[in-house]
């Protein structure tokens, strides 16, 4: 309850400084418009505003599951083979060295204006943060638990499955919340790119048209959506993982 009060204040505080920004500079609403104007705006497009979130909402739903497990099979292949790990390493580093942008247009080419093009460019944003940090993970288990499962004599994969991953939750759980924290860039981009529906669609379209409040208004229910994906996260991994102490 303390938390929600804090973030209610928060929020509160944010909203009285962009108000106070409007006024006192005398913004015209076509620069930069007031809370008030944009809390209209919601109330007036709030169908076709819920229409563009639910396209947006489920691209980054389904970004982050593929994101996430191929992620979680990669750090696994990664920590298998030393030759495995050779290959993919490189393509890991490549695959953030690449600017966004430039691959969203090839994705958008390649799979169409539907989802899938946006999906793909979810998953290739979280797909290196999750590998990265369930491999390292893998790699800084506690040498007291490998020796007790050398002394056990348990198979290379019962040492993996049973030892390495559940040593490996908690750096997880991090690349977890990093991949939900920027989940949304991948979806947005890929809209901006080419699409016909979704928050960024619509961003893209009410700038063209000067609507500039109808645009803060996509923008303010695209910071919800990653809010809400964030805070669920995190009390699913809280509660997922309590003998963690660092989770907070």
Known sequence: MKKLANWLGLFLLLIGLWQAVVSIFTLP?????SPMAV??????????LLSHAKVTLI?????????????LISALLLTLSRRVSAFLMPLLVISQAVPV????????????????????????IIYFPVTAACYDG??????????????????????????????????LASGLR???????????????????????YLMLQANARMQID?????????????LCLYFFTDYWLRRSLPWVRYIH
């Open 59 to 71: 691209e980054i739903a389904l970004g982050l599951i593929c994101g996430f497990i191929l992620g």
């Open 39 to 48: 809390f209209e705006r919601l109330l007036q497009h709030t169908d076709l």
């Open 101 to 124: 942008f430039a691959i969203a247009p090839l994705l958008v080419l390649w799979l169409g204006y539907g989802m899938a093009s946006k999906i793909a460019m979810a998953v290739l």
């Open 138 to 171: 893998l790699r800084n288990t506690p040498q007291s638990w490998l020796q007790l499962a050398q002394t056990l004599q348990i198979s290379p994969q019962a040492m993996l499955f049973k030892v390495r991953l559940p040593a490996a939750l908690p750096a």
């Open 214 to 226: 109808l645009m803060f208004a996509a923008l303010f229910l695209l910071l919800l959506i990653a």
């Open 29 to 33: 609403t076509y620069l930069f418009p």
């Open 178 to 200: 990093i991949a939900v924290s920027i989940a949304p860039i991948g979806a947005v981009v890929g809209e901006w790119v080419g699409s016909s529906e979704g928050l960024g």
